[in-house]
């Protein structure tokens, strides 16, 4: 395997938590939503459940072995076709990509189902494949034996430890695995099937859903990279800018005849800021400077002063008409743009509770489940108990 070289591993951390050095996932029930059968895949092979089906299936006859392969690949290929993200998945792998944080897998499942996740659902959706990722295919010891954790831990160039994190739905195959490596494990168990403690096998986080461990990660570890908990740059306070180019001043003046007299380009241009006239006349709350922009072409995607869309500017200061007159351009609009810290537009509304601008972006269908960089949600980013409900609704509607 190729050696990934890790800046991670150079890293302490000041505050006595442990530094968030990796995450290893399992496939099934974790990153996607459990579609297999498992009490019929396991009849098929003639093999009672309260056994491990791999490890039996390793110790049969060669010719009960080859049926038994052939019932499990055929029922796995079964379950790739109808394969669905798990809630959360891509939101949580954007948001370890963003801090710099390698992700490996390790699965029960075969390596064709693994280069179907990749080629399908993760590595079209613009994130790197996992890396190590390693199938039963691809080891001589299946889960819970801890030796391909160890593998992975090596090819990081990392300690087992803390730092590390196992993340998946099975007690015995995913967090006993987790601690017989003596990494950091997390639970996922939407349905509560097992109780805290014995049950969960001692898992340190236990969770309903994968969005809700970014922000207990950000709570108990230090995050690395320059969007972390660990770096001084993200606690700088800006002086807020003002306009510094002819164009800029009148879109935020509101005047919408020199605007419209002005050379396109100038209208294209961004000043020292970043902010472009768009920017500025929606931030301002300009209703018809923001028209005749959008009528004279501009980008409405684009971004300004650290990396704020004009639909993020509108967001935040509540200006509803504008934010109206924005979402009007719904062929070409990015809903869900972050800005540097990783917040979306309706972050912004949610943390400021501008109540119609939630309702607004939520109509339009922005993202529910996009994290900032401390891992949270717009739901969990207010502090408006009615905000907070609306944007659940619309989550559990989907």
């Known amino acids: 395997m190729r050696a990934l070289a890790s800046p991670l591993r150079h890293m302490a ?7 968030l050095r990796g995450v290893v996932f ?12 498992f009490r019929q895949m396991h009849e098929r092979c003639g093999v009672p459940m309260k056994e491990d089906l791999l490890a039996a299936v390793r110790q049969m006859g060669p010719d009960q072995k080859r049926v038994a392969w052939d019932v499990i690949e055929e029922m796995e290929a079964d379950g790739r076709r109808t394969l669905e993200l798990a809630e959360g998945a891509l939101d949580f792998g954007r948001w370890l990509h963003r801090h710099g944080i390698p992700t490996g897998l390790v ?57 590390l994190l196992m993340v998946g739905d099975s007690p015995s195959n995913d967090i006993g695995f987790g601690k017989a490596a003596g990494v950091s494990t997390a639970l996922v168990d939407p349905g509560r099937r097992f109780r805290e403690g014995e049950a969960s096998h001692g898992a340190d986080f ?34 807020e800018p003002v306009p510094q180019t002819a164009a800029c001043r009148a879109a935020a003046d509101g005047d919408v005849v020199a605007v419209q007299a002005m050379a396109k380009q100038d209208l294209l241009t961004a000043d020292a800021s970043g902010n472009t006239p768009l920017v500025w006349a929606a931030d301002a709350g300009k209703v018809e400077v923001v ?16 990396g704020n869309t004009a639909v993020s500017r509108a967001c935040r200061r509540g200006h509803d008409s504008v934010l109206r007159v924005l979402l009007g351009v719904a062929s070409t609009i990015d809903l869900d743009a972050p800005n540097e810290k990783m917040q979306s537009p309706l972050h912004f509304a949610a943390f400021k509770q501008n109540t119609e601008a939630v309702k607004l972006m ?37």
Request: aromatic share 4%; charged share 20%.
């Open 13 to 19: 951390t000041a505050a006595g938590r442990p530094l």
């Open 26 to 37: 399992d496939l099934d029930g974790t990153l996607t939503v459990p579609n297999l059968d």
């Open 107 to 163: 699965t029960r499942n075969s390596a064709s189902t693994v280069q179907w996740l990749h080629e399908r659902h993760w590595c079209s959706a613009g994130l790197p494949a996992f890396h190590p990722a390693l199938s039963r295919d691809d080891v001589e010891h299946d889960k819970p034996h801890p030796a391909a954790l160890q593998a992975i831990a090596k090819e990081w160039d990392l300690p087992l430890g803390p730092g």
């Open 206 to 239: 236990v969770i309903d859903s994968l969005l809700q461990l970014p922000s207990l990660l950000w709570k108990h570890y230090d995050i690395p990279g320059p969007l972390g908990s660990t770096s001084a740059q993200t606690l700088v306070k800006k002086t």
């Open 291 to 306: 028209e005749s922009l959008l009528a004279a072409g501009v980008d409405v995607n684009v971004k300004g002063y650290l």
């Open 362 to 398: 939520l109509a339009a269908g922005a993202s529910t489940t996009s994290l900032d960089r401390k891992g949270r949600t717009p739901a969990e980013d207010t502090s408006d108990p009615m905000i907070r409900e609306l944007i659940l609704q619309a989550r559990a509607a989907l």
